[in-house]
């Protein structure tokens, strides 16, 4: 079955500093690959996906990820942290699961929170 | 805004008691998607519907259903409820049926189990 891990709950950091939010995937075959932010009493809002092609992906508000095969990683970067991007950030994963035969849905990561300060 | 329409917002009512819930998609948009987000579950996929027809099934309980009407609104059905169906309910669209797309998600109605 197809999973994805975000293995820190909460990422701080300091306004003007670079970030990273990680995400770490598990699925068969050709991964398509998805950030998404929730902001306090909202739905999700798209950020950037990856399906084929160059590994360093660009998206909204100035993130990018990056694709790595060998590491089965997709992590969330910017390189200046506004206080603004303070949220909750989700990774998710769609892929083929090759014992079933299924894999049309997204799974997504538990989340993690971004808290960006002065 | 997304575009994509729930209400209501939130929901409180009692064990036994059956709800539904409605979405409206972004304009243009044939999928709709159902998911619940809870504390201890996280967000979970529950079901997708494609112009009309169920297209996905997730982790959807037997007491949960839904149906997708002919001018592409949404609504999930959730009967017999229970203390632990106390969550956060997204409806998220895309323009087509595959997952490879963006979803559009509302903001969610909340639903409490007393």
């Known amino acids: 079955a197809q999973s994805v891990a975000q293995p820190e709950d909460q990422v701080n950091v300091a306004e003007g500093n670079p970030l990273t939010v990680k995400c770490t995937y598990s699925?068969?075959?050709?991964?398509?690959l998805f950030w998404y932010v929730q902001y306090p009493n909202r739905g999700l809002q798209f950020l950037l996906k990856y399906i084929t092609g160059d590994n360093l992906v660009k998206g909204s508000y100035g993130f990018e990820a990056e694709f790595n095969k060998s590491q089965t990683s997709f992590h969330l970067k910017k390189p200046s942290a506004l206080v603004s991007d303070s949220a909750l950030y989700f990774c998710a994963v769609r892929g083929v699961d090759i014992l079933t035969g299924g894999g049309n849905k997204l799974t997504f990561g538990t989340g993690t929170q971004l808290k960006v300060e002065l | 805004d997304s575009g994509v329409t729930q209400t209501p917002k939130h929901l409180i009512t009692a064990t036994g008691q059956r709800v539904t819930l409605r979405c409206s998609p972004r304009?243009?948009?044939?999928?709709v998607y159902w998911y619940q987000q809870s504390l201890d579950q996280g967000l979970q996929f529950l079901i997708q519907?494609?112009?009309?027809?169920?297209?996905a099934k997730g982790n959807i309980l037997e007491r949960f259903s839904a149906q997708q009407f002919p001018d592409l609104h949404s609504e999930l059905n959730l009967s017999s409820l229970e203390l632990g169906d106390s969550a956060l309910y997204f409806c998220a669209s895309s323009v087509g049926a595959s997952f490879d797309q963006p979803q559009h998600f509302g903001d969610g109605t909340r639903l409490s189990i007393l």
């Open positions: 699925v068969s075959g050709n991964p398509y």
């Open positions: 519907y494609y112009n009309g027809e169920e297209r």
């Open positions: 304009s243009g948009d044939l999928s």
